[in-house]
């Protein structure tokens, strides 16, 4: 299982990036994935996650902010991610779970003030 993200780079506070995490190895279109992120000095935290199905859920602190999608024609998920803020700088993770958890390198988001 390999999980590749890409996206990230620095932004204004306000501003927008779009993440992307291309999975192959497992069967994507019944995989459940989820993003977290990992501030400096901070514990990793779950942002969000969408089902095979499509059902999408969130972390409070970024509901209404960001938006997790998939393709599964591309064996890939998406975070959107609007009105940034500098309390989103973290390194975020795409993950999936089958039998044990798997996860990418990470992809670096920096949100200047």
């Known amino acids: 299982v390999q999980l590749v993200e890409s996206g990230g780079g620095l932004v204004q506070a306000g501003g927008s990036l779009r993440l992307s995490c291309v999975a192959s190895g497992i069967d994507f279109s019944l995989s459940m994935m989820d993003w977290y992120r990992q501030a400096p000095g901070k514990q990793r935290e779950w942002v969000a996650r969408i089902t095979s199905g499509g059902i999408t859920k969130y972390a409070e602190s970024v509901k209404g902010r960001f938006t997790i999608s998939r393709d599964n024609a591309k064996n890939t998920v998406y975070l959107q991610m609007n009105s940034l803020k500098p309390d989103d700088t973290a390194v975020y993770y795409c993950?999936?779970?089958?039998?044990?958890?798997?996860w990418g390198q990470g992809t670096q988001v920096t949100v200047s003030s």
């Open positions: 993950n999936t779970y089958f039998r044990v958890h798997y």
